[in-house]
C-alpha cells in the first residue's frame, strides 16, 4: 500500500501547475452539478437522480417531454413533508393517456422516498430565489 | 396470427451490415437519447459522433433533431417556428443529408434508423422524412404513436422501400397505446411495411413477456430498445437489476440467428457519466454473450 501511495504522489507532483483534472467518470459533475456541502442534501439529489427522477423532471426541476413541471406542480405546492408526493411516487400514474406513464416506486424505502421530497422541495426553493434574484 | 413468415424475407433484406458493434452474432447500437446532459440539436452532433466512437459504437438510431435546424427564436412565435421547419423539411436538398450521413460515414457508424416525432406532420412532410432517412441510409423510421396514426401512416413507408417502426410504451389504461402483444399484432396488420422497434423496458413494464414475443414474431422485429425495467409499471434500473431478460433475449438472438439490431438505450438514473454508464450497459451485453 505504502509504495502505490507513494507511486500516487510522485504522480500527482508530476502533473503540470495548473492542468486540468481529467473528469470524474463516477460523478457527472457537469451534469449533477458539483457535491453540495450539506452532506444530506447531497444525497438526497443523488438519490434524486439514481432512481430516475431527473430523466424526467429535471435535475432543477426543468422538465422534458410529457413530464409536468414539479416547480408548478400543485401536488408539490401543497405538499407538506412528503404528505401528498410520497403517495404518488408509491403509486405511479398508471391511468394517463400520455404516451409513457409515470413509474410507480413502491419498492423504495421510506428513507429514499424521503430523500426525493426533499430534494424537490430544497430545489424548488433554489430555483424561486433564483428567480427572484433574476432583474 | 402467424406473421413470421410473410414478413421475413423483406426484413433480411434490411438486415444491416456487420460492423464494430457487431459482438458474438448481435449486431448492436446506441439509441442517443441515453445521452442524457447532451442536447439533441445538430450542434451537438459532433459531440454525439465522438461520445459513440467512444462507446465502441457501429450503429446508430439518429433522432431528427439531431439533424434539422430550428427555427425558435425572439420575435418568431411557436407557429412560424413549426411553418419554417415544415418549409425546410420539404425543401431540404439531398446534398444537406448526405453531408450529415457522411459525418457518420467517416468514423463507421452506421444509421439503422431514424427517429422522428410525426406530431402535426402534413403528408408532404411524412414523405419528405422517409426521402429524408433513405439518403441518411436508414432502413427506416421510427416514432412513438399509437394505432390511430399508425392506420394514417400505414402506406407510407412501403412507398420508400423502407420499414415503420410501430414502437411500445408501458400504457395499459389507453386503447390506443402500443403496449401488449395485441396491440402490436393490430399494428402489424395494417401494413406488410410496419415493423416492432420492441422497447423490452416498457414491455416488461406493462407485464409483458419478452421471451414469448421474440420466440413467436421475431421475424417481424426490427429492432430492440434494449434496458431493464421492473414489472408493474415499475422504474427503469440499471442492466441486471430489474426484471427484463436481457442476458437470455441477447442469447436468442445470438442462437437463432436473427437479424435484430440490439439498440441499447437507458432511462434510469446515473451520477456517473452517460459516456461510462453505457460502457457498463454495454459490458454487461458482452458478458451475456461471451
Redesign the interface.
Known sequence: VRVAASAACVLLLAVPAGAQRA?D????I???GPRLADPVMQQAK?T????????CHGIDLTPRGEAPDLKRSPIVTTDVNGNRIVPLLRA?V????????M?????LSERQLASIVRWIHYARQREGQQSQATP | LALGSAVAAPLLAQAPRRNRSFVNGVQFGLQPFCY??LAMTPENRAELVRRLVQNEMGMVELHATWVEPRFAAAGVSPQQARERLRQWRLDATPDFYRAVRAEFDAVGIDIFSYYVNFTGFTDAELDASFRAAKMLGARGCVS?YGLEFARRIAGFAGRHGMFMGLHN??????PD?LATEESFLKGLALSPDFRVALDVR?YT?ANGDCLDFLSKHHATIAALHLGD??R?????TPFGEGDAPIIEILRMIRNNRWPIVALLEF??????????EVRLMYDYCKRALA
Open positions: 473528469p467518470p463516477q460523478y457527472d457537469a451534469y449533477i443523488e434524486y437522480v439514481v432512481m430516475g427522477c431527473a430523466y405511479g398508471p391511468n394517463t393517456l400520455k404516451l409513457s406513464p413509474p410507480q416506486y413502491s419498492d | 442524457h446532459d412513438s410504451h408501458a400504457n395499459l389504461y389507453d397505446a416498457h413494464a425495467r421492473r408493474n409499471n415499475g422504474r427503469s432511462e434510469h438514473g446515473t451520477v456517473r457519466t452517460e459516456v461510462e
